[in-house]
């Protein structure tokens, strides 16, 4: 059965940045399309970034494009979330989920369709 189990969280300054890291396991990690989604207090799940099962396709939300970069190793079996230039509204739990895809063009931006979720790791910018 496949786990996902987020990393890399914690204090940052306004304008910093931090790397998170979602590693899959029980599964290869490269059936999988992965998925960075945040919550911030009292705000719904929103979505963040996607990346195809090879990494051949990605899609942003527009509250991040040019700032945040996913990527995934999957020799590694992990996927990293290259968060720069962090904004106090970025300040929320991050979450990553995983879906089983069968295609490299396949990415998803809606949290119903994702089956697998970590427990998340707390980003904070501090100002």
């Known amino acids: 059965q496949l786990q996902v189990v987020e990393s890399g969280g914690g204090l940052v300054q306004l304008g910093g940045s931090l790397r998170l890291s979602c590693v899959l396991s029980?599964?290869?990690?490269?059936?999988?399309?992965v998925g960075w989604f945040r919550q911030a207090p009292g705000k719904d799940r929103e979505f963040v970034t996607t990346i195809s099962r090879r990494g051949g396709t990605t899609l942003y939300s527009d509250s991040v494009k040019g700032r945040f970069t996913i990527s995934r190793d999957n020799a590694k079996n992990t996927v990293y979330l290259q968060m720069n230039s962090l904004k106090s509204d970025d300040t929320a739990v991050y979450y990553c989920?995983?879906?089983?895809?069968?295609?490299?063009?396949?990415?998803?931006?809606?949290?119903?369709?994702?089956?697998?979720w970590g427990q998340g790791t707390q980003v904070t910018v501090s100002s």
């Open positions: 029980g599964r290869p990690s490269s059936l999988y399309t």
């Open positions: 989920a995983a879906v089983f895809s069968i295609s490299d063009v396949n990415v998803r931006s809606s949290a119903a369709d994702y089956g697998t």
